[in-house]
Each structure stands twice: as C-alpha cells, then as structure tokens.
C-alpha cells in the first residue's frame, strides 16, 4: 500500500483486514510507515452447491461484496483507515482494460479514506487467482466449487 507524502500520527501497527465470499482474513501487522509491505496470501474457499451453470455462479458473486480495510491497531479496538468495496465478480475476475502490472496479474486500486486518515487515499497493489473447479457430491449431484 503506497500514500505517497503521508505520514501517520499514531505509530501503532496496522494490518488488512479481507471479507470475500462470506469469510474473513487478516494480514500479518506491520510498522506504520509509508509503503505498507503485506507478502501474504491469503485463501479463502467457498462450495457453492446446487449450482451447475457457471452463469448462475457469475449472478451470486454479483450479488456478494468483497470488503478490504486498512485497520490500524489503535485501541480498545482499532481504526479503520481506508476501505474499498466491489461485487465479489469484478473483485475476482476484473475487466482486462483494469488490470495493470506483469502479465495482468498485478491490480492497483485507490481505497476511499475514512475521517481518521489525512492525506491523499492511499493505493493498493495485490494479485487474485482464482481457481472453479466441478465436484461430485456423494449424493451424485455435481456443484462447482
């Protein structure tokens, strides 16, 4: 995460905080300075049964919205920096105009700022991969997951 410029007030650590497809997950803290460096991969993995169609899958992950917080561990229980919400579809398989960086992998998104943060809104770096893959239930119905 760079904001170039930026410097923060409170010197607490900060970490993302990730919510797709009903689940969360954090990165590890690290040091409140300016680019932030998170070298983490974080999974998450949802069974979508009774779903045969792969356009029917495209409508749910419309309809889900993947949540990114910059979160800042100032106590009793932290402050949300900066935050960026899209459908879980976009999120995940962006259109290829977006995409930036080696081979299309990397994306750069600008996170909107909360009142907490001063400055300009800082820019998120990452790369998604995501893999659909068709399974067999024991009751010999077929779902993607």
């Known amino acids: 995460i760079t904001c170039p410029g930026v410097q923060l007030k409170d010197k607490q650590e900060l970490y993302l905080s990730v919510f797709v497809l009903g689940q969360y997950n ?40 993947a949540v990114l917080e910059l979160i800042q561990l100032i106590p ?6 900066a935050t960026y919400e899209e459908n879980t579809r976009d999120f995940l398989f962006p259109d290829p105009m977006l995409t930036h960086g080696r081979r299309g992998l990397e994306r ?7 009142p907490y943060f001063t400055g300009i809104a800082p820019k998120l770096r990452f ?13 010999g119905r077929s779902h993607i997951q």
């Open 76 to 81: 009793p229980v932290g402050k949300v920096l």
């Open 108 to 114: 750069e998104i600008l996170m909107k700022r909360s």
């Open 26 to 65: 954090k990165t590890e803290c690290v040091p409140a300075v300016f680019p932030l460096f998170f070298q983490e991969k974080l999974v998450f993995e949802k069974t979508f049964a009774n779903i045969v169609d792969p356009g029917d899958l495209v409508k749910l992950l419309e309809f889900d919205t």
């Open 127 to 139: 790369s998604t991969t995501s893999l659909i893959s068709d399974s067999l239930l024991s009751l």
